[in-house]
């Protein structure tokens, strides 16, 4: 079983393809997007549970990532692949 990977995203945000074609090569297969530009409620959720205005915002677990840069940052400082890893076995 995968983790749970969720993105607020937009159909026309460059840093959201980015960050969905990292977690692809870090092994994340199935990636739930949620698209604030066509429905607005769900741009007030992400503000409300993140803080944030930008996208992407990624939640892997519900647990918040952040950003492209965020999410790249979180891997180079080698705290990605645990989150990814859902159990004690791995992926």
């Known amino acids: 079983m995968s983790p749970h990977v969720l993105m607020y995203t937009t159909g026309v945000c460059p840093y959201c393809l980015m960050a969905e074609r990292y977690l692809h090569k870090k092994g994340v ?3 739930e997007k ?29 647990i918040h990532v952040g950003g492209y840069d965020d999410l790249v940052a979180l891997d180079q400082a080698g705290r ?5 890893a859902d159990s004690p076995s791995g992926h």
């Open 29 to 31: 297969g199935a990636l």
């Open 34 to 62: 949620i698209r604030v530009d066509l429905d607005p409620s769900q741009r007030e959720a992400m503000i409300g549970r993140t803080g944030r205005r930008t996208v992407p915002q990624i939640f892997i677990n519900d």
């Open 80 to 84: 990605l692949d645990p989150l990814l």
